[in-house]
């Protein structure tokens, strides 16, 4: 059974562009989860998908959004980044989006922004 | 809110020796899980144990038992004969159970291992 694959596992961007991250959840997962680590705020929740609708959001500005697809599939963009942005960022996979469900991480995009 | 406390930013253990990682929490919510993540230098995060709050026996997976003490309010995991592959970051979190707004993990500012042969 695969586990959660992230794309691409590495980038390099430049301040004011935008990214986008990919996630692929388990498969018969439903819900997506974002999250950013960095050395200094640690682990960070920015935004839980399920059903393709947003349903939670962490504090983070605009320029952090994301989508889910029909097949559960998830997307993260980040526009106009910042030096601040450059972290790596991990996805989790749940079946449902119920409290007591195991949370499976895929192995993270670590973006560098220069 | 929740809020997990990790006090530990480093711990040594002896290949063969079995080590304590501390976790307390803090939250008004009766109903909650505790999760325990080990994270490699690879950067996976890799699920160990889970504990609800309602679970009145401490959660055991292989080496790796939880150590749970509801009215301290702490969440301890126990690895048992400690590995060299046991090395890396391991992160407490916890997540409501019930509540609609906040299912989010919450994870604590973690402790890194490293077992020394």
């Known amino acids: 059974k695969a586990g959660v694959t992230q794309t691409p596992r590495y980038l390099i961007k430049t301040r004011g562009q935008q990214v986008t991250l990919s996630c692929s959840p388990i498969s018969g997962h439903r819900s997506v989860s974002w999250y950013q680590q960095t050395p200094g705020q640690g682990l960070q929740f920015l935004f839980e998908?399920?059903?393709?609708?947003?349903?939670n959001k962490g504090n983070f500005p605009g320029r952090f959004s994301g989508r889910q697809f029909s097949n559960s599939r998830s997307e993260m963009n980040v526009s106009t980044l910042e030096l601040g942005d450059s972290a790596l960022y991990l996805c989790?996979?749940?079946?449902?989006?119920?409290?007591?469900?195991?949370?499976?991480f895929g192995q993270g995009t670590r973006l560098t922004v220069v | 809110a929740q809020k997990i406390t990790q006090t530990q930013p480093g711990m040594f253990v002896q290949e063969k020796e079995a080590v304590t990682l501390d976790c307390t929490y803090d939250?008004?919510?009766?109903?909650?899980?505790l999760f325990w993540y080990k994270q490699p230098s690879s950067g996976e995060m890799i699920f160990l144990i889970y504990q609800g709050s309602y679970d009145e026996q401490n959660a055991t997976e292989g080496r790796y038992s939880l150590n749970f003490q509801k009215a301290r309010k702490s969440a301890n995991l126990v690895i048992s004969a400690s590995q060299l592959g046991d090395s890396a970051m391991y992160f407490c979190?916890?997540?409501?159970?019930?509540?609609?707004?906040?299912?989010?993990?919450?994870f604590g500012s973690g402790t890194q291992l490293t077992v020394l042969p």
């Open positions: 989790a996979s749940s079946l449902e989006p119920r409290g007591n469900t195991e949370a499976f």
């Open positions: 998908y399920f059903s393709e609708t947003q349903r």
């Open positions: 939250t008004s919510d009766q109903s909650y899980g």
């Open positions: 979190a916890m997540r409501l159970l019930y509540s609609g707004s906040a299912r989010q993990l919450t």
